[in-house]
């Protein structure tokens, strides 16, 4: 499956969260304090739900909860090549990016077969969901990017072929969509507002490189994740939401002491435009860095 079409929430509110990475506890904190209804609320994930944090397993659990969904990371992919064998594949790169917490499950007990069926699924996560607002606009899910230089419009992921040629073309590392690091690179790891100089010499270059010609008022917004920001960070019609998650927790701060302040879980709710970020010192509400 490529691509799921979400219709409108009748009931409740919609949600989008950055990378997990095995980050629940994170999720439940947020959860608690947006006094989030699984009844009626639903969260959208960009994907990368597992690896590097701590609770992996509870995080690949979400995909039996029905208020939750999910696009298909690059550690889903990592994680699902292991299982199905393919040492020459991604998979031989899944241990080394923060799957050890998966290498001794298999199918002899009913946990590991619990695993196993979940990464499965994973496996066939969609690369796009496509949400209904409540005020009858759209956003996109994706985890990474599209692929840029030309103009992307909502009729043309609609249109197949098109799709395949926008959202599979390959980066360095493996299908833009999942793997593209282009469009953030240059900001990643940083608190652009702190740092002018360097937010406009990001914006010459993406400019240069015309990355910013997908963007088109007849492409509904976007909300991705994959490269880790500062902060959340929009440029034009796309938000990046990781913010390093599973680097909020003691065991991933290298600098001794506690987890830095910008590392956390972000969450965004589409329709009001309000950023929340769960980590170690607690929820709080944020406000995304506009790059352009």
């Avoid at 492409?219 to 959340?232: E, K, R």
């Amino acid at each position: 499956m490529n691509r799921r079409k979400i219709p409108k929430n009748e009931l409740g509110r919609d949600f989008v969260c950055g990378d997990l990475h095995g980050a629940y506890e994170r999720l439940l904190a947020w959860m608690e304090y947006v006094d989030f209804d699984p009844l009626k609320d639903r969260l959208f994930s960009v994907g990368d739900l597992v690896d590097r944090g701590p609770n992996n397993e509870a995080c690949l659990m979400l995909l039996d909860e029905p208020w939750f969904f999910a696009v298909q990371g690059n550690h889903e992919q990592l994680m699902a090549d292991y299982y199905d064998g393919n040492q020459t594949g991604y998979g031989f790169f899944w241990a080394p990016n923060g799957g050890g917490w998966g290498l001794n499950y298999n199918d002899s007990t009913p946990e590991g077969a619990k695993i196993l069926a979940l990464a499965e699924r994973a496996a066939q996560l969609p690369i796009m969901l496509t949400v209904e607002r409540q005020d009858g606009k759209f956003f996109h899910v994706i985890h990474a990017e599209l692929f840029p230089g030309k103009p992307i419009t909502d009729a043309d992921l609609d249109d197949d072929e098109k799709f395949k040629e926008i959202c599979f073309q390959k980066s360095r590392d493996g299908d833009y969509v999942v793997w593209g690091r282009y469009l953030f690179y240059g900001s990643a790891f940083k608190r652009l507002n702190h740092n002018e100089l360097m937010a406009d010499n990001i914006r010459g270059q993406l400019e240069a490189a015309q990355a910013l010609k997908i963007f088109t008022p007849e492409l509904s917004h976007i909300y991705s994740g994959h490269t880790i920001q500062g902060q959340a960070t929009r440029i034009m019609g796309q938000t990046n939401l990781d913010t390093c998650a599973y680097g909020s927790y003691n065991k991933h701060n290298t600098t001794g002491g506690e987890p830095p302040r910008e590392n956390g879980l972000t969450i965004t709710e589409p329709l009001t435009d309000k950023f929340w970020l769960s980590n170690f010192y607690g929820v709080e509400e944020t406000t995304p860095y506009i790059l352009l």
